[in-house]
């Protein structure tokens, strides 16, 4: 007869080897335990397995000489064998029957017997407004007994009361970090970030610059090659004064050739207005190949007065906008600690200026200058718990033998 051998694993289980018994399809199921390894298995996992191997229509059979799972098999009725060879040629033991019980009918007669044996009560007791008055009625009896019998007395004391006061000079720290009797408290820190908008109108004049200064740049040439020179060169002054050439050029072969061509300079105003030779710089590579000067002075580059912020405009708008944002951060960390902290307001200061911006821009025209400032303030502050903690520690060492605080202790700030 057909049997399937299922060996076991150290880690197999009640669920894992009822899964493998499923995938059996023959009538015989045979377990393997395994020599060296431990198999946890109970006698109702083996109940559990046998009942599942019947319902698959195979029969359950073990291979193993552990003497407690052999005992747990045989008080089962399942066959035990030594060996997988002796399970294929021994016979198995036919699995014991199993008793079915027939069910009982149902009596149908089980209201009229819980009727007949019931004693019924007095219309009284199964009323809920009976049931109400005499449960009243028991409590009454108690409660005026308990009056009756329980002594009472009535005690009234006065005891003496005394106001203590103490003054305590106060110091705070950042490098304390706990409350001592001595006066000494732990500073916090706190920091905020705040925005502010300023604008002032304005009536100073300043320098636009109006037009651009042209001129001419001679290139002479170190190399033996032809240069081209293409419009938009770059070339400039020692002072950084930067021009752009307007044309194509072609600078012929040979030391010493030159070519001149037209200039203009990349800013507008006066300052491009250089003397002649003072531009002898060119950007890129084509400085290692030629050399550049203006045989003439450029000309041409001017500026217009117009009304705009000079630096004192800009200074006074910053103090009066670090003004105001000095008068937020103080008001937002008076917002952000408790109400009864102590803030130390000579030491609040700014820590950072995080971005500063001017409109319109340094050397543009404008009647009203305007500044959007963030900055970052920092401040120290004493809790109102340090506080009540050195006033409550100092009072109780000054009060009396005999006496005990009562009420709430209050205290007050000076200087």
Do not use: C
């Not at 552990?66 to 030594?82: T, Y």
């Not at 003054?167 to 925005?195: D, F, H, Y």
């Not at 400032?373 to 920092?378: G, I, L, P």
């Amino acid at each position: 007869m057909k049997t399937k051998i299922i060996t076991l694993e150290s880690h197999d289980d009640l669920i894992s080897v009822r899964d493998k018994l499923s995938w059996a399809k023959t009538p015989r199921i045979l377990l393997v335990w395994p020599k060296y390894e431990k198999v946890t298995l109970r006698l109702l996992d083996l109940k559990v397995l046998q009942r599942h191997a019947d319902s698959l229509g195979a029969q359950l059979g073990l291979v193993t000489r552990r003497m407690n799972v052999k005992r747990d098999a045989e008080s089962l009725g399942i066959p035990v064998f030594q060996s997988t060879a002796s399970a294929q040629k021994d016979p198995w033991a036919p699995p014991a029957p199993r008793t079915q019980r027939t069910p009982k009918p149902p009596r149908r007669n089980l209201r009229a017997l819980r009727d007949e044996i019931r004693v019924k009560e007095p219309a009284w007791r199964t009323s809920l407004l009976g049931r109400a008055i005499a449960f009243s009625a028991g409590v009454v009896a108690v409660l005026v007994l308990a009056g009756l019998f329980v002594p009472r007395a009535a005690v009234t004391l006065y005891p003496e009361a005394q106001v203590s006061s103490i003054v305590i000079p106060v110091s705070a720290s950042p490098s304390i970090e706990s409350v001592a009797l001595t006066g000494n408290l732990p500073a916090r820190t706190i920091s905020v970030t705040v925005n502010h908008e300023e604008s002032v109108a304005i009536s100073s004049r300043i320098s636009i610059p109006k037009s651009k200064s042209r001129g001419v740049a001679q290139f002479t040439n170190l190399s033996q090659d032809e240069i081209v020179i293409p419009a938009g060169t770059v070339i400039s002054t020692t002072t950084l004064i930067r021009f752009a050439t307007l044309n194509d050029a072609r600078l012929p072969a040979g030391t010493e050739e030159i070519v001149e061509v037209r200039i203009e300079a990349l800013e507008a105003g006066a300052q491009g207005n250089v003397e002649a030779g003072a531009i002898s710089m060119i950007e890129g590579a084509l400085g290692l190949s030629a050399t550049v000067s203006n045989p003439e002075p450029t000309t041409g580059g001017s500026d217009a007065q117009s009304i705009g912020a000079d630096e004192n405009d800009r200074t006074a708008l910053r103090e009066v906008a670090l003004a105001a944002l000095r008068n937020e951060a103080a008001s937002q960390i008076r917002s952000q600690i408790g109400a009864g902290d102590l803030l130390f307001m000579d030491t609040l200061e700014i820590t950072e200026i995080k971005n500063e911006e001017f409109f319109p821009p340094e050397g543009e025209a404008g009647n009203t200058l305007s500044l959007s400032t963030e900055a970052e303030f920092t401040a120290r502050y004493v809790s109102s718990e340090d506080l009540r903690q050195l006033a409550a520690s100092s009072l109780n060492a000054l009060t009396p033998q005999g006496f005990s605080p009562f009420g709430e202790m209050t205290f007050r700030i000076a200087g």
